[in-house]
Every structure is written in structure tokens, then in C-alpha cells.
């Protein structure tokens, strides 16, 4: 898949973001699925993959594994984030 930013694709992923929380120049999950249904949608044949979490445990480690809320957090959101794909249309999601 084509990445949407720069080539004009359908892929919004982008390496090393976290769920919501910013992280250098990477756009959060929650914000790609934001821009996304800023103008797509989702058709009946449709499969959304979406992934997140890991670069949020990567920073609760590298806040010295103090802050379990980092993870909660992004938990929670990461799910708020899969019910708002649901609302939209997205009849098959699949999580990693």
C-alpha cells in the first residue's frame, strides 16, 4: 500500500507513533484515523488493520517503567479508536 502522506495513497500508518500521545514527528493512531474520515470511508468489501500500543510501552520503559498509566491510557484509546472505525462504517477490523 502507498502511504497516504507525501504519495497519495491508502495507507495511514506511520511508523513509531503512539496511540495519541505525540511522539517527534509521527502522527498518532487516533489522529490518522482522524484524517482518514475527514474525507474516506469504509466500503462492505473493506478490512481495517490497526496496530498500537507497542511505541506507548516503549516510553513507559523508557520513563523507567514507573507511570503504568502510559499503558492504560493508551489502552483505552487505542479501543475508543476501534469504536470509532465501527461507527464509521468499518464492518471488519482486525487488531494487532
Given at each position: 500500500l502507498l502511504p497516504?502522506?507525501?504519495?497519495?495513497?491508502?495507507?495511514?500508518?506511520i511508523g513509531g507513533a503512539r496511540v495519541t500521545a505525540p511522539n517527534g514527528i509521527t502522527i498518532p493512531i487516533a489522529t490518522q484515523v482522524t484524517n482518514f474520515l475527514v474525507?474516506?470511508?469504509?466500503?462492505?468489501?473493506?478490512?481495517?488493520?490497526?496496530?498500537?500500543?507497542?511505541?506507548?510501552f516503549f516510553a513507559f520503559v523508557a520513563g523507567g517503567a514507573r507511570d503504568p498509566?502510559?499503558?492504560t491510557t493508551a489502552a483505552n484509546q487505542l479501543a475508543a479508536t476501534v469504536t470509532r472505525l465501527e461507527d464509521a462504517g468499518a464492518q471488519r477490523i482486525v487488531t494487532l
Open positions: 497516504v502522506y507525501g504519495r497519495n495513497g491508502t495507507n495511514y500508518a474525507g474516506g470511508s469504509f466500503g462492505a468489501s473493506d478490512l481495517v488493520y490497526i496496530q498500537g500500543g507497542g511505541n506507548d498509566a502510559i499503558l
